[in-house]
């Protein structure tokens, strides 16, 4: 089959796709986004897109990545990297993943140098935050200090980059799972996560980033369904919530 062919037969397998929807009654689109329809962002060829984070963008992403089964994991990294590939073939970008489960902002500044300054990336897309909760209440969520961390972090990767596109994606919870719905987690989680998306529009402005606003895309599509549609522990989202991820990713990134 021709490329032009393929290309043409991946658009109508989209089409496709909303159609069969429509038939089981589908009548809005959690994701904010129609399918497909997106336009594609401007990237040079042989752009390096480093996407790094905690166990939401890690998804078991092969620490080997001359394996090229395993090398990106199976989150929204992984979906972004394959529309683009596809939609985008002479393109020729490069996709890294550098999520480890687990991670706080702090592990973040500390693998900074090696994990995002020695990659050399032309676009740093990062999701952190979820891991910094204190939902003891003996401990306290430090925002200060949590700011000025990122502002660090940030500044260092674009002093190494002056031209450097960033994208900052805001945590997010649902309320899903026991520790949210039974485990007393909820209230805390929800006002410390607010407070961490507030620094991030902040920071966003300050690197002229783009702003995907993870929180509200999750709200928004948990109205219409349930959380546990989307997020099964409150925390970590399902196939579905990292299509909607990518969906709203390549929006931003594309507008």
Same mark, same amino acid.
């Given at each position: 089959?021709?490329?032009?062919?393929?290309?043409?037969?991946?658009?109508?397998?989209?089409?496709?796709?909303?159609?069969?929807?429509?038939?089981?009654?589908?009548?809005?689109?959690?994701?904010?986004?129609?399918? !497909?329809?997106?336009? /594609?962002? =401007?990237?040079?060829?042989?752009?390096?897109? %480093?996407? *790094?984070?905690?166990?939401?963008?890690?998804?078991?992403?092969?620490?080997?990545?001359?394996?090229?089964?395993?090398?990106?994991?199976?989150?929204?990294?992984?979906?972004?990297?394959?529309?683009?590939?596809?939609?985008?073939?002479?393109?020729?970008?490069?996709?890294?993943?550098?999520?480890?489960?687990?991670?706080?902002?702090?592990?973040?500044?500390?693998?900074?140098?090696?994990?995002?300054?020695?990659?050399?990336?032309?676009?740093?897309?990062?999701?952190?935050?979820?891991?910094?909760?204190?939902?003891?209440?003996?401990?306290?969520?430090?925002?200060?200090?949590?700011?000025?961390? !990122?502002?660090?972090? /940030?500044? =260092?990767?674009?002093?190494?980059?002056?031209? %450097?596109? *960033?994208?900052?994606?805001?945590?997010?919870?649902?309320?899903?799972?026991?520790?949210?719905?039974?485990?007393?987690?909820?209230?805390?989680?929800?006002?410390?996560?607010?407070?961490?998306?507030?620094?991030?529009?902040?920071?966003?402005?300050?690197?002229?980033?783009?702003?995907?606003?993870?929180?509200?895309?999750?709200?928004?599509?948990?109205?219409?369904?349930?959380?546990?549609?989307?997020?099964?522990?409150?925390?970590?989202?399902?196939?579905?919530?990292?299509?909607?991820?990518?969906?709203?990713?390549?929006?931003?990134?594309?507008?």
């Amino acid at each position: 089959m021709k490329r032009r062919n393929f290309l043409q037969a991946g658009a109508l397998c989209g089409g496709a796709a909303a159609t069969t929807g429509a038939a089981h009654g589908a009548k809005s689109h959690p994701s904010g986004v129609t399918g !497909y329809q997106y336009r /594609l962002p =401007r990237l040079k060829e042989g752009t390096r897109l %480093l996407f *790094i984070g905690d166990s939401i963008t890690d998804m078991k992403w092969g620490r080997n990545e001359k394996d090229r089964n395993h090398y990106l994991g199976h989150s929204y990294v992984y979906l972004i990297a394959s529309r683009l590939g596809v939609d985008m073939p002479q393109a020729k970008l490069e996709f890294f993943n550098r999520g480890h489960s687990g991670n706080r902002l702090t592990n973040l500044k500390s693998r900074w140098q090696k994990d995002v300054i020695e990659m050399k990336p032309d676009l740093l897309s990062v999701l952190i935050g979820v891991n910094d909760r204190k939902v003891e209440k003996v401990s306290a969520f430090a925002a200060d200090q949590w700011e000025a961390d !990122y502002r660090d972090i /940030l500044t =260092r990767a674009r002093k190494a980059n002056p031209a %450097l596109r *960033i994208v900052l994606l805001d945590p997010f919870v649902l309320k899903s799972g026991w520790w949210m719905t039974k485990g007393g987690q909820w209230e805390t989680s929800r006002t410390q996560i607010a407070k961490m998306c507030a620094i991030v529009t902040r920071l966003t402005g300050e690197f002229d980033a783009v702003h995907v606003k993870t929180q509200e895309v999750f709200d928004a599509a948990a109205k219409t369904v349930s959380p546990e549609q989307w997020i099964w522990d409150g925390v970590h989202p399902l196939p579905q919530g990292h299509e909607l991820i990518a969906r709203n990713w390549l929006r931003a990134v594309s507008a």
